[in-house]
């Protein structure tokens, strides 16, 4: 088969949850003999479309930041979408897998879908919901409004998690489709040695403030007087700043 993932950023240039679980999904339908095609901004040097691990990553448009003041920025979504059509047009795939967030690359697959009778869905990583209001206030409204409508294509839904595709069913009255969950590589995680170094609480995950890492911090401070030997560790780092990254350099394909 011929698989499209959709999504605007890919790992390992960054290092997110979903573009880990695009990236995973794509290497093991590709060792299967799948023919996986990724669509993401551009973060290597060179040419638009290179293979990398057998994945044929197709650059669509130069990498931008995802935040703006601290929010997710509207205008980079809006503009991967946009120079997302042509790319797509030109591929005749088997079958398109978008992911939800930014929303607006799904209106996008879902239009070059209908033009070209392409299968589509959409995996929905998570649901804001009133979580939009909270997050950008007033202007949260179009935020909620716009994942309802994206909810509402009649394309096959996938959830990461049963929560996920509880929240959908309770925000939006319909069921998703089927749920493929986050893969683990056990055999990867019991071949390294277990660490000297001993933590009562450990936080793993990028420092950013949707994590909500500072959260623990002010926690921990409140019970240290009563637990003087509470010992934490946070793993993570913040979101780099470099436009391109120098993982991918000019290969032949």
């Given at each position: 088969?011929?698989?499209?993932?959709?999504?605007?950023?890919?790992?390992?240039?960054?290092?997110?949850?979903?573009?880990?679980?695009?990236?995973?999904?794509?290497?093991?339908?590709?060792?299967?003999?799948?023919?996986?095609?990724?669509?993401?901004?551009?973060?290597?040097?060179?040419?638009?479309?290179?293979v990398?691990?057998?994945?044929?990553?197709?650059?669509?448009?130069?990498?931008?930041?995802?935040?703006?003041?601290?929010?997710?920025?509207?205008?980079?979504?809006?503009?991967?979408?946009?120079?997302?059509?042509?790319?797509?047009?030109?591929?005749?795939?088997?079958?398109?897998?978008?992911?939800?967030?930014?929303?607006?690359?799904?209106?996008?697959?879902?239009?070059?879908?209908?033009?070209k009778?392409?299968?589509?869905?959409?995996?929905?990583?998570e649901?804001?919901?009133?979580?939009?209001?909270?997050?950008?206030?007033?202007?949260?409204?179009?935020?909620?409004?716009?994942?309802?409508?994206?909810?509402?294509?009649?394309?096959?839904t996938?959830?990461?998690?049963q929560?996920?595709?509880?929240?959908?069913?309770?925000?939006?009255?319909?069921?998703?489709?089927?749920?493929?969950?986050?893969?683990?590589?056990?055999?990867?995680?019991?071949?390294?040695?277990?660490?000297?170094?001993?933590?009562?609480?450990?936080?793993?995950?990028?420092?950013?403030?949707?994590?909500?890492?500072?959260?623990?911090?002010?926690?921990?401070?409140?019970?240290?007087?009563?637990?003087?030997?509470?010992?934490?560790?946070?793993?993570?780092?913040?979101?780099?700043?470099?436009?391109?990254?120098?993982?991918?350099?000019?290969?032949?394909?």
């Amino acid at each position: 088969m011929k698989i499209a993932f959709v999504y605007d950023a890919v790992y390992p240039c960054v290092k997110g949850g979903v573009e880990k679980r695009v990236w995973e999904l794509a290497v093991r339908l590709s060792r299967r003999g799948h023919d996986v095609h990724l669509f993401s901004m551009k973060f290597w040097k060179g040419k638009d479309i290179i293979v990398h691990e057998g994945i044929r990553l197709h650059g669509v448009c130069p990498a931008q930041r995802f935040y703006t003041k601290g929010r997710r920025s509207l205008w980079q979504p809006l503009r991967f979408s946009l120079y997302l059509i042509r790319p797509l047009l030109r591929e005749k795939f088997d079958i398109m897998d978008c992911q939800q967030f930014p929303y607006f690359s799904c209106m996008s697959a879902g239009f070059v879908s209908k033009i070209k009778k392409i299968p589509f869905t959409i995996t929905w990583i998570e649901v804001w919901g009133d979580f939009w209001l909270e997050y950008l206030g007033k202007k949260g409204l179009l935020g909620k409004l716009i994942e309802r409508y994206i909810a509402r294509f009649s394309c096959p839904t996938i959830a990461i998690s049963q929560f996920t595709a509880n929240r959908f069913q309770c925000t939006f009255h319909k069921p998703v489709n089927t749920i493929i969950s986050v893969g683990i590589e056990f055999g990867k995680i019991n071949s390294v040695s277990p660490s000297l170094e001993q933590s009562d609480i450990i936080f793993a995950g990028r420092l950013i403030k949707e994590k909500n890492a500072d959260l623990l911090v002010h926690a921990v401070s409140l019970v240290l007087p009563e637990y003087p030997e509470l010992r934490v560790l946070l793993v993570g780092e913040r979101p780099k700043k470099k436009k391109n990254s120098e993982l991918y350099q000019t290969k032949k394909s």
